[in-house]
């Protein structure tokens, strides 16, 4: 054993590349891209470090191309889940007992290994398989999970420090943070890769042990990174891929005893379902399990009078459509005064006439397909919903003949409880309500009390005390609140991410906060020289 007291080096949030025409990155990705599009990849079921083959398969495709399969999905039966767990509870005992330099060590291997040797075959498989441009992959699965994988580390020895401040003689008082008593359950979306690795990673960091179920439609990038895991040197069995469907796999999994903890990114009925299921199965469990969530949003732009225009305009057209609507903290509602509404439509269409959409292999084009054929319905139906109660001002179509595609849309509606202004789209849709310049404390107030989430908002003005009034009325709208900003593009170790109202346990991914939550604390107090008499002074 090593003695010492170790500290991981200083994190520094990663660079993001450029991808410009001719740059060392762009050539790579390009190969990888090919290379990766002609293959067809078997992904198992890993559990305890075997990777298995069920042979229950389903398809996994390509959404700018839906004809196109880049992996057959091998899908876990009751057998498989059960057998998860067993690894994860046979692992717990070696692998808590590490030294936190160990488990930091896997991660922060990780971490370069991502940012060097395996960085295109990541950003490649979430370009393919989550139909992001090589931007949005590069900050996604490249930057921001690095960033995971070195600031965690780095707050993981924070929480170890944290120690009693007073120790009266003759005795020592110490605590101890030690790991939950069971396995975790990480259950992840399609969206962000590094959410898809972050939510496995951090409990695991921690000490803890786990069943991981990615997101089939996520699934060839969270199956890259667990190979890029495996060779960084975690052991086996701390981390079980399992794939399924959410129901098939989650309800078998949250009745056992030994669940210790949920990790969830998605939707937010799912969350709530597998809540109630976890209050229903109360009496059967070793302790109660630790429950950290993060789901959806309706997230809001407020501009006042003062905002400035040509700043305001790329907000929205960013904030709402990058990543083509799919991203939990996207722009979906927007409160703009009349006085700068002429502008900002004339703006914001023009930006929408001039960026393209299609395959993302294609670097000329700003917006891909949405993420299956079920996104894309709902999508159509909103669209449809826009045509036929409110004014669709610029784009509004689709096309599914090859890809899943829904072009951006912008709405503007006259009621400010429209159904698209209180209603998570998770898609390429913007809602505009326009209101009287005179109207500013009344809108924001609908800002407040419109939708029942609180995930990411912004506020646009120069007036400094406009912009106090408005953080103090929108306290609570807002986990992740944006002044002159975009209301998406939160950096690991500057701006830590979560909400709560509807949008979850705002146990904030990126920073110690969601640490802490995989910890069971407990208080060690030891006397180096105790009473031998059992009488107190104010008996004489």
């Not at 990849?41 to 470090?49: L, T, Y």
């Not at 379902?273 to 959806?296: C, F, M, Q, S």
Request: with cysteine; hydrophobic share 40%.
């Amino acid at each position: 054993m090593s003695l010492g007291t170790f500290r991981v080096p200083t994190p520094v949030n990663e660079p993001v590349l450029s991808y410009a025409p001719g740059s060392a990155e762009r050539v790579a990705i390009q190969a990888e891209l090919e290379r990766q599009a002609k293959t067809v990849e078997e992904i198992p079921v890993v559990i305890g470090g075997e990777h298995v083959y069920t042979g229950n398969t389903v398809d996994v495709t390509m959404p700018c191309d839906h004809g196109h399969v880049l992996a057959k999905l091998h899908l876990a039966g009751p057998s498989e889940i059960d057998r998860a767990v067993q690894a994860a509870e046979a692992a717990r005992s070696d692998w808590s007992r590490l030294s936190q330099a160990d488990r930091n060590a896997v991660l922060l291997k990780a971490a370069d290994l991502l940012a060097g040797p395996w960085r295109a075959t990541i950003n490649a498989a979430t370009m393919l398989g989550q139909a992001k441009t090589s931007h949005q992959a590069e900050i996604d699965s490249a930057a921001e999970l690095c960033d995971f994988w070195r600031f965690n580390p780095h707050y993981a020895d924070q929480i170890h420090a944290e120690q009693p401040p007073i120790s009266p003689r003759p005795t020592w008082n110490r605590m101890e943070h030690r790991p939950l008593d069971g396995f975790v359950f990480s259950v992840t979306p399609f969206n962000f890769t590094s959410i898809a690795l972050n939510l496995p990673t951090a409990p695991a960091l921690m000490g803890n042990t786990g069943v991981w179920k990615p997101s089939t439609t996520g699934v060839l990038a969270a199956w890259h990174g667990m190979k890029l895991l495996e060779a960084a040197g975690l052991p086996a069995g701390v981390v079980n891929f399992v794939g399924g469907h959410g129901a098939d796999v989650g309800d078998i999994v949250i009745k056992r005893p030994e669940l210790a903890g949920l990790h969830f990114t998605g939707s937010t009925r799912t969350f709530q379902h597998l809540w109630r299921e976890i209050g229903n199965n109360l009496d059967n469990y070793k302790a109660y399990p630790r429950i950290v969530g993060e789901t959806g949003g309706k997230d809001f732009i407020v501009a006042h009078p003062s905002a400035d225009i040509d700043a305001l305009a790329v907000a929205v057209f960013r904030g709402a459509f990058e990543y083509q609507g799919q991203k939990c903290s996207a722009a979906s509602r927007a409160y703009i005064p009349k006085s700068l509404w002429p502008t900002l439509k004339a703006k914001v269409t023009a930006f929408m006439g001039e960026a393209k959409m299609g395959d993302v292999r294609d670097f000329s084009n700003m917006f891909g397909a949405v993420i299956d054929g079920r996104a894309f319905k709902k999508h159509a139906e909103y669209q449809a919903l826009a045509r036929e109660t409110a004014e669709v001002v610029a784009g509004g179509g689709n096309d599914d003949s090859t890809g899943w595609f829904i072009e951006p849309t912008l709405v503007r509606v006259d009621d400010p409880k429209h159904r698209l202004m209180q209603e998570e789209i998770f898609g390429p849709i913007m809602t505009i309500y326009v209101y009287d310049d005179a109207k500013w404390e009344e809108t924001l107030e609908l800002v407040d009390q419109t939708s029942p989430y609180g995930l990411t908002g912004a506020v646009w003005a120069r007036d400094r005390g406009v912009i106090a009034k408005a953080a103090e009325k929108l306290r609570y709208a807002a986990g992740n609140f944006y002044i002159n900003d975009k209301p998406t593009g939160a950096v690991v170790g500057q701006q830590p991410f979560g909400g709560s109202r509807a949008s979850g346990t705002n146990d904030k991914a990126g920073s110690i906060l969601n640490l802490t939550r995989w910890v069971s604390p407990r208080s060690i107090k030891e006397n180096f020289n105790p009473p031998t008499s059992w009488g107190y002074p104010f008996l004489g």
